[in-house]
C-alpha cells in the first residue's frame, strides 16, 4: 500500500501531542516480548503510529515491521525509530499488506479498538508463524484517584454520558469468538507516573475518544482542564495507570 487508507478514526490533529503520552509499563511489555521465547522475534506492530510501542520493543531485541496508515502519526514514528531494526509501511489492521506467516508476535499498541476487531484478528492469524502471538494492551488512567475523578467530573459536565467505549472494555470474548486464537492472558500491571503539569496538559490535546466525543466542546474541555490542573499549583503531579492488555497464543502453534 504507497497512498494513504481511509480510516474511522483520523488521528492527524492529534499526532502533534501524541508523544507526550505515558509509556506503557516496562513489565507489561517484558511479559509479551517474552511470549515469544526468542531473543530477537520478528514482529509487526499494527498501529504503530508515533511508535509509542515500537521503541519499547526495539529496546528489547524485536525486530519491527511497523504499520500505520496515518502520514502525520508514521512520520513522527519514523523519525523516533530512526537507526532502529524497523521498517514501516502504509497499512491497517484489517488489510497489512505483510506476508502471511512471517511474525511470531502481532501486536497492537492501544490500536485494537480502531480497527474491525474480528477483521483485524483474520489478518492478525494470516501473518502470524505457528507458534505465534497476539497482544493488545492500553494504559488505562485509574479513575478512582481522586485528581483523576475531578477531571472525569470536569469532562461529564460538559458530555454526560462520556464513555471509553472499546478500549476499556474486556478483549477476550471478541477474541475467542475468532477461534482462532486460545483463550488469552489478561496483563494487568499497573505504572506511576510522575509528569510535567505542561506535558500531561498537552497529552489531553491528543485524546482521540475525547476528541471524538467532545465535538465542539473538545477545547472547552481542554480549558476546563487546563485551569483546574493549574489552579493546583505545581509543576508535576503523580499519575496512577495500569497497563491493560490481552495475549493470545494463535491455534495451530
Ligand atoms: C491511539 S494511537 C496508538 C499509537 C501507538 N501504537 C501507541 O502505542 O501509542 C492509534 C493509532 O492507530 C492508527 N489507526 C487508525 N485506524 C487504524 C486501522 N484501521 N488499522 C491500524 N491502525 C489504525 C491511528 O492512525 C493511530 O496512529
Known amino acids: 500500500m504507497t497512498s494513504s487508507p481511509k480510516v474511522d478514526w483520523d488521528y492527524t490533529k492529534l499526532a502533534a501531542t501524541y508523544t507526550q503520552r505515558p509509556p506503557y509499563a516496562a513489565r507489561a511489555v517484558d511479559r509479551i516480548v517474552e511470549a515469544c521465547g526468542q531473543s530477537q522475534p520478528k514482529v509487526a506492530d499494527i498501529g504503530a503510529g508515533n511508535a509509542h510501542l515500537t521503541v519499547e520493543l526495539l529496546a528489547r531485541g524485536c525486530v519491527v515491521d511497523a504499520v500505520e496508515p496515518n502520514d502525520a502519526m508514521r512520520s513522527i514514528g519514523i ?35 480502531v480497527t474491525d476487531r474480528p477483521v483485524a484478528l483474520r489478518e492478525t492469524a494470516r501473518i502470524l508463524r505457528r ?21 472525569e467530573a470536569l469532562i461529564r459536565r460538559r458530555i454526560p454520558d462520556y464513555g471509553y467505549g472499546l478500549r476499556r472494555e474486556d478483549q477476550a470474548p471478541v477474541i ?74 494463535v491455534r495451530g502453534s
Open 79 to 113: 523519525e523516533r525509530t530512526d537507526g532502529g531494526a524497523v521498517t514501516w509501511h502504509v497499512g491497517v489492521g484489517e488489510d497489512t499488506g505483510l506476508p502471511a506467516g512471517g511474525y511470531d508476535l502481532v501486536t497492537f499498541g492501544s490500536s485494537f479498538a
Open 131 to 151: 507458534p505465534g502471538w497476539f497482544a493488545c494492551l492500553w494504559n488505562h488512567r485509574d479513575l478512582d484517584d481522586p485528581l483523576q475523578r475531578d477531571i
Open 176 to 249: 475467542e469468538e475468532s477461534g482462532l486464537f486460545e483463550p488469552p492472558t489478561v496483563i494487568r500491571e499497573p505504572i506511576l507516573h510522575r509528569v510535567n503539569v505542561e506535558d500531561w496538559l498537552a497529552a489531553w490535546r491528543s485524546h482521540g475518544i475525547l476528541e471524538r466525543q467532545a465535538g465542539a466542546e473538545f477545547d472547552s474541555i481542554l480549558t476546563d482542564i487546563d485551569r483546574y490542573v493549574h489552579a493546583l499549583g505545581v509543576d508535576e503531579i503523580d499519575v496512577p495507570y495500569v497497563t491493560v492488555g490481552w495475549l493470545a497464543a
